[in-house]
């Protein structure tokens, strides 16, 4: 591990990174450090790489194998000055490559400008506004319905159980279906993807692309065969409804988007998409609520504050609690942007080609922007909006996550729903401890609680 090297003096010397001070360049043994860097995140995780940014400070220089040098970033000066550089200086869709492997390569997310923005804007509506609004009775209603299925008094995965009803939800609100079997049938492939996507064989495939791991994947193709024989003949049948320009679902408002010069979107296009929405949507937000509950059911005070507003309908506190819980648990804990040219970070210059990764997990514990960074504690965030920089679970620039909006809004209507008509309690007295996978960052126990609907007498 080695840090970026320091250029006094960018213009005078726009040559490409030095050896850290100290320590003998190696670019030959590169691949080897960088094998043992990767095996080393793998197997440390997080609390590694918390480790050596304390160590290294607020930029670090990691070659790994497949990904080129990484240079990773803990300071929020220079996250702002990476989402605020242009986009043909750093680019956003091959920053998120290793993502390309399951969500393809049409999907708006690696797609890089003009056409990223292009896809963007048609996405944008069916995520905000009145559409956004019309959600709201979907999401009361699957949390109530899952609510029905919970185990009395018996302990079970909050994880597991939010992964079922957000994948409902998500499902109803992009395909505008209601009938069980339908929601089931449509949800099926796409989980299978996830499924796949949380698996580290994305990431080896996308560092290996080179020898065609990519391009070969059965077990993937199978499961886009599959994703695109239940999706098609909707397409088409929607094609056919004369009611489709009233309908608010996210494939019917897709189908209907026009670009600035009035063009429609293919249906490849649309599929992809979908496929962004649902992996993008579903697997955060159910992480998202399990860290809450983890958080409130070891909080009496915390928790009688939010089931006040959700008798009320008040949302503040309850807004500042899915702050702190995304600030100390972001399920997504970095993302990336690649310089195109030589690119001076703060005091560093960095070569063509380098991958920028915004530390996202340490970014929102950066000591500098938060005091006592690593308790849990939403007052920080009552009365102010957090800083766009300094918490960053979203990302940001022009990349931020568009689902921001709607996931807020499903994790406030899902916990007021939860704590209003039932009753919890953690089933161990400390808290989850963090585990990744691929990707994201989930409970390693699945944030394991008992649950009783409210106004049940106790059972004998
Ligand atoms: C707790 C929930 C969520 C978290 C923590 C989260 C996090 C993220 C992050 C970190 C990014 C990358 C941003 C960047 O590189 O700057 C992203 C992108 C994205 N997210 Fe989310 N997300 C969440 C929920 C959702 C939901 C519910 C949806 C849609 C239904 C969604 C759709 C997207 C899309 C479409 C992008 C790509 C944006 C672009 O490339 O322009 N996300 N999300």
Known sequence: MAIVSKQVSVESDPGPIGAPPGLPTLPGLDALFGAAYGAGYLIGGERLAHRLIEHYGPVMRVPIVGLGTLAVVSDPELVKQVFTAKPDV??????????????????????????????????????????????????????RRAMARFPIDRPFRMLRAARGFTLDIIVRVIFGVSDRAEIARLGHPFEELLDLGLTDVAVVRYMLRDIGTMRWW?????????????????????????????????????????????????????????????????????????????ELLHRPDALARVRAEAETGATEYTMAV?????????????TARVTTGHYQLGDYLLEPGTRIVLYIDAVNKNPRTYLEPHRFQPERFLGTRPSTYGWIPFGGGIKRCLGASFSQRELIIATHTLLREGDFTPVHSHEDRPVRRSAVVIPRGGVEIRYRPRHCPPSQ
């Open 90 to 143: 750093l680019l956003g869709g091959e920053g998120v490559g290793p993502a390309a492997a399951i969500y393809g390569h049409e999907s708006m997310f690696v797609l890089e400008e003009p056409e990223h923005l292009r896809r963007r804007k048609l996405l944008t509506p069916p995520l905000h506004g009145q559409a956004l609004e019309s959600y709201g009775p979907i999401i009361a209603d699957e949390t």
């Open 322 to 334: 899915i702050n702190e819980t995304m600030r100390l648990r972001p399920p997504v804990p970095f």
């Open 218 to 294: 059965p077990r993937l193709a199978r499961i886009n065969r599959d994703v695109v024989s239940v999706v098609a003949p909707l397409i088409a049948q929607r094609r056919r409804d004369p009611e489709l320009s009233a309908r608010q679902d996210m494939l019917s408002l897709l189908m209907c988007a026009r670009t600035d010069t009035g063009e429609a979107m293919t249906d490849s296009e649309i599929i992809a998409d979908l496929i962004t929405l649902m992996l993008a949507g579903h697997e955060t937000s159910a992480t998202t609520l399990s860290w809450m509950f983890d």
